[in-house]
């Protein structure tokens, strides 16, 4: 009864920090689309000045300032796939993780099962032997 409570408690624990870091990178991920959001929302600004009829000074400015933006954006999509990957790796191993559980519950049933089976082959031999 304790180690069932016990194992219960673990799962629980476990159940909980994989809640813990799927939130963690949930919200990793928002605030990138987030801040890719404001950048293309300022690139688009800089590319309607650049459309008006401007000096050219003012157009190198802002063509400078849109070559800053790509690549901040660039940063950030490579920032997320980044998230992503190290969120599909860490998956990866919970479910290895899981699948080892799983079958040391299934190895533990298995010995569990060929003990009461022992045990009863014990029992029914004394049986015999005192009768």
């Known amino acids: ?14 159940s909980r920090r994989l809640g813990d870091l799927i939130e963690q990178y949930v919200q990793k991920v928002y605030d990138r689309n987030k801040r890719m959001v404001d950048v293309i929302r300022v690139k688009e600004e800089i590319e309607r000045k650049i459309e008006q009829n401007v000096n050219e000074k003012e157009v190198q400015a802002m063509r400078d300032e849109l070559h800053t933006l790509i690549g901040d954006y660039e940063a950030l999509v490579n920032d997320k796939i980044a998230v992503f990957q190290d969120m599909i790796a860490n998956l990866r191993e919970i479910s290895k993780n899981n699948d080892a559980v799983v079958k040391n519950e299934e190895e533990i049933a298995r010995l569990r099962n060929n003990v009461e089976i022992v045990a009863r082959d014990i029992a029914q031999k004394k049986r015999m032997l005192s009768d």
């Open 1 to 14: 009864m304790f180690q069932k409570k016990v194992e219960s408690d673990a799962r629980s624990a476990q």
